[in-house]
């Protein structure tokens, strides 16, 4: 197994058949400046992606369109993105999905999340009438 730290919370994992991206953020990530973001994706199979702020996710579209690969994230993450036309593999905590020869799992994390895109929220809520 090989595991790069691309900056932040990305990373680059090489393990049996697979190299997964994790929160692949690269562009703006201030760790990241100067690397070759090539070279990071290259070769990737799926996209891992923890949460929906946008120093982990802003990046998941444009790379799994580039490459032709999969967003494992949670389940209702991966509907909206489904919506949009991509590949995902939705799943929830505690649950495990096969990649390949590896098998990954949701383990629970305390943090807030939002989806964020192109600097702002994507959907918004709806103020109801009272």
Known sequence: MKITWLGHASFRIEIEDQ????DP???GNPSFKGHDRSAAIKGATAILI?????DHASEAENVACEL?????CIAELGDIWEM????TIGFNKGGTIRLGQVAVT???AVHSSTLDFKGGMSLRVRKRAT
Request: proline content about 4%.
């Open 68 to 72: 032709g690969v999969p967003i494992a």
């Open 106 to 108: 949701m383990v629970n």
């Open 84 to 87: 949009a036309g991509l590949k």
């Open 50 to 54: 923890t949460h929906a702020h946008g």
């Open 19 to 22: 190299i997964l991206l994790i």
């Open 25 to 27: 953020w690269l562009a």
